[in-house]
């Protein structure tokens, strides 16, 4: 919305009451707020936000961060690090390269190790030597054939990288500095090459076809219905990662 304060200007405002055309129209009821302000005084994205931070403290009644920070020593700990994320290594099979292949653990493609386990490692004596004692680390790329891979497939951990007795020592070691250790996981992601690949609890489309999502590092990859996958299935999953000693808000 742009105005010249003589009551002249435009309004743009685009939105959809459904996604595709075969879908039912979404009627509920919708406020709608203009709140002007100078652009010359505030850009556009912190007005944004600071508006968003008074409408979720205001109207929902959400604490803020120093209130949730008081209540829990996860949170305290993280407002309190710096954010350290570790990109470990990927395998660039290209797009479409996995696509039906099971035994892709074997696969001869490629591998990028930008940091093994004992880099990591190093690299963090190196920060706590420096000075930085609070960390939060976040590992991405430790799973099988590293970023993206082949979710929900995790095991064995990347050999390339160090396997699971090097990443376990990472972790050991950055929680004996103080660390809050915990790694990226797409928990909700299925890739086509995945040996634990199960098309039964995959998202569909409105036509009820399996619902792609976009070709990354595992190739097809497709969603999870989060009710299909349910808290058992989910917990004996992030269960024997957990299991690895992480702890903390997970990426």
Avoid at 85 to 112: L, Y
Avoid at 145 to 169: K, N, S, Y
Avoid at 238 to 244: D, E, F, H, M, S
Wanted: overall charge negative; aromatic content about 10%; proline content about 7%.
């Amino acid at each position: 919305v742009v105005s010249d304060g003589q009551r002249n200007g435009q309004c743009g405002l685009p939105f959809s009451l459904r996604r595709f055309w075969p879908d039912p129209v979404c009627r509920d009821d919708r406020e709608i707020r203009i709140i002007p302000f100078d652009p010359t005084q505030q850009d556009l994205v912190n007005f944004a936000g600071h508006r968003l931070r008074r409408h979720i403290v205001e109207d929902f009644g959400k604490p803020t961060l120093k209130e949730r920070a008081e209540e829990s020593l996860q949170i305290r700990q993280l407002l309190e690090s710096h954010l350290i994320r570790i990109f470990h290594g990927m395998q660039p099979i290209g797009m479409a390269a996995a696509m039906d292949q099971k035994d892709v653990i074997n696969i001869h493609e490629p591998f990028v190790a930008a940091t093994t386990f004992a880099q990591a490692r190093d690299g963090l004596r190196r920060l706590h030597e420096a000075g930085v004692d609070r960390m939060h680390v976040e590992s991405i790329g430790w799973n099988p054939r590293g970023h993206d891979g082949m979710w929900p497939t995790r095991f064995p951990i990347e050999p390339r990288l160090g396997g699971e007795a090097g990443f376990r020592e990472l972790i050991r070691y950055g929680q004996s500095l103080g660390c809050t250790m915990n790694v990226h996981d797409n928990y909700l992601s299925q890739y086509n090459s995945s040996p634990d690949f199960d098309p039964s609890i995959v998202m569909h489309d409105q036509w009820g076809n399996r619902d792609l999502r976009g070709f990354w590092g595992g190739g097809e990859t497709y969603i999870t219905c989060p009710w299909a996958l349910g808290p058992k299935r989910l917990d004996e999953q992030l269960g024997q990662v957990k299991a690895l000693g992480l702890d903390g808000p997970a990426y």
